[in-house]
């Protein structure tokens, strides 16, 4: 018989998917918590149980999202293991170069959140949206840079600005990201975040 510890917990994931789903389809403006409660199949009393807001229930969302990703970077990294640090750093870059261009609930998923963003800055700084949301794959794009250095493939100075690069890389990749999906075939996402990556790692290398 199910406790009402999983039933909790299992509403609480059907409100998450369902809400990914809408996000994904109508965008943060044109979403709204009835739209969300009809997706899941309950009332919309229910959703605000669990959620105060709709900003909370999109960024809930994104963790989620986001969490269900680990397992492939890790298997990405498991791929990549044998590479050196500087090749694992760029490899694992244009793999999600890649997943985003190809996995379309992830890009549509990226205008919803960047929307949020601008609509509610307020409320997204408060929650350190862009710090939470960016915090595992900013660890690791930081444990390749630390690797590179062990190695000497980039300068011991790296070492205490390597975060700082790190956030530097990943803005570059949200910038992309949002031209990429403002454009029509414009570029080619994976070939054009190459381009970058190696032009970085080279200002690194002689900094």
């Not at 406790?3 to 943060?28: M, P, R, Y």
Request: glycine share 4%; with cysteine; aromatic share 12%.
């Amino acid at each position: 018989m199910p406790t009402q510890n999983t039933e909790t917990s299992d509403k609480h994931e059907q409100i998450l998917l369902a809400a990914l789903q809408v996000f994904a389809d109508n965008g943060f403006s044109n979403t709204t918590i009835a739209d969300v409660a009809r997706r899941a199949g309950i009332g919309k009393g229910t959703v605000y149980e669990y959620f105060e807001s709709k900003e909370q229930l999109l960024y809930d969302a994104m963790m989620c999202y986001l969490d269900e990703q680990e397992p492939v970077y890790d298997q990405i990294s498991r791929d990549i293991a044998d590479e050196p640090p500087l090749v694992q750093l760029k490899e694992m870059l244009l793999r999600m170069a890649c997943s985003f261009s190809e996995d379309p609930m992830q890009a549509k998923l990226y205008p919803a959140f960047m929307e949020m963003m601008v609509r509610r800055p307020d409320w997204s700084k408060k929650v350190r949206f862009v710090e939470k949301c960016t915090e595992s794959i900013r660890s690791l794009v930081c444990s390749f840079m630390y690797a590179a250095i062990d190695s000497g493939d980039l300068p011991e100075k790296c070492r205490e600005t390597a975060d700082k690069h790190a956030i530097n890389v990943l803005a570059a990749f949200d910038g992309l990201m949002f031209d990429f999906l403002m454009s029509n075939d414009f570029f080619e996402l994976k070939e054009q975040f190459s381009l970058f990556i190696d032009a970085y790692i080279g200002g690194m290398q002689t900094t």
